[in-house]
């Protein structure tokens, strides 16, 4: 599949009038409804919400987990919403890192062998894979842990693994359900910690679903859905993220604090 030149301020996310709806039944539910997005190259985006309003949905559209029922979603000017199953997976091994909230590692594999496997899909040498796998283990701080497996890796740990497999095969664009639900208070800023070194380090752009508003507290730009509708969008001046955003963060914690409070 070729990919057209991209210009660098084209977004690297685009969700084009989408709508989703899945059938129960003789009823049909709309879970997205005209939902239009942009997303900037090397952003830290996050998305929150209620649970049932579409998150995971919105972001399964992105990622190429599935299609929209109406509406485009050009992904790094590729628009994967007319592209065949076929396409689509080959398409997502490529171009799409996802990070999963209960890690999704293969207990009775490796760390090494865990982040290896994207890999093997893909046509490169043993040595080439060797390689990447032992660099981005080296990255996420397990270059000590490889022959583990992860019921013997902490939660953090697996989490760790687990990032190391989504940006194993060097996707322009990671994806995270729920990064650090599964994991205590301090292990969650952690995790946080690390990716957004890697959003810096490695240029990604990452958008991440979150409850978590200490995680929704660090992200540059953090959208708000409700009922399959974005309403809010807030940037965040004082984010850390990619140079191309600004510098090093503190946090708008008061300010989502506040936002909470005043809705609630
Ligand atoms: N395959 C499906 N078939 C029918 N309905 C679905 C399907 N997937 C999701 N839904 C419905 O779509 C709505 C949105 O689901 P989604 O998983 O996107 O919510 P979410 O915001 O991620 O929630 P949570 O925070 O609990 O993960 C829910 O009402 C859900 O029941
Ligand atoms: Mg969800």
């Given at each position: 599949m070729?990919?057209?030149?991209?210009?660098?301020?084209?977004?690297?996310?685009?969700?084009?009038?989408?709508?989703?709806?899945y059938s129960r039944g003789s009823e049909t539910v709309s879970v997205l409804k005209s939902v239009h997005l942009e997303i900037a190259r090397g952003d830290f985006v996050g998305l929150i919400g209620p649970s049932g309003s579409g998150k995971t949905t919105l972001l399964n559209l992105i990622a190429g987990l599935d299609q929209p029922t109406t509406g485009r979603v050009v992904i790094n000017g590729v628009e994967i919403s007319s592209l065949t199953e076929a396409q689509l997976a080959l398409w997502r091994t490529n171009a799409?890192?996802?990070?999963?909230?209960?890690?999704?590692?293969?207990?009775?594999?490796?760390?090494?062998?865990?982040?290896?496997?994207?890999?093997?899909?893909?046509?490169?040498?043993?040595?080439?894979?060797?390689?990447?796998?032992?660099?981005?283990?080296?990255?996420?701080?397990?270059?000590?842990?490889?022959?583990?497996?992860?019921?013997?890796?902490?939660?953090?740990?697996?989490?760790?693994?687990?990032?190391?497999?989504?940006?194993?095969?060097?996707?322009?664009?990671?994806?995270?359900?729920?990064?650090?639900?599964?994991?205590?208070?301090?292990?969650?800023?952690?995790?946080?910690?690390?990716?957004?070194?890697?959003?810096?380090?490695?240029?990604?752009?990452?958008?991440?679903?979150?409850?978590?508003?200490?995680?929704?507290?660090?992200v540059r730009r953090l959208l708000r859905i409700s009922d399959g509708q974005l309403i809010d969008d807030t940037e965040n001046p004082e984010s850390v993220t990619h140079p191309l955003f600004g510098s090093l963060n503190v946090s708008n914690a008061a300010r989502v604090k506040r936002a909470e409070a005043a809705r609630s």
């Open positions: 070729s990919t057209p030149p991209l210009r660098s301020n084209e977004p690297i996310v685009l969700v084009d009038g989408c709508t989703k709806n799409i890192g996802f990070v999963f909230q209960f890690f999704n590692l293969i207990p009775v594999l490796t760390a090494f062998e865990n982040v290896e496997l994207p890999l093997l899909l893909l046509n490169m040498s043993r040595r080439r894979r060797r390689e990447q796998v032992l660099n981005i283990l080296e990255l996420v701080g397990l270059g000590h842990r490889l022959t583990h497996r992860p019921g013997q890796l902490s939660g953090g740990e697996q989490q760790r693994v687990g990032i190391a497999r989504a940006l194993v095969t060097d996707p322009a664009l990671v994806v995270a359900d729920e990064p650090t639900g599964d994991l205590d208070s301090r292990k969650s800023q952690e995790i946080l910690d690390l990716l957004q070194e890697l959003q810096v380090r490695l240029n990604k752009t990452i958008l991440i679903v979150t409850h978590d508003l200490a995680v929704a507290a660090r």
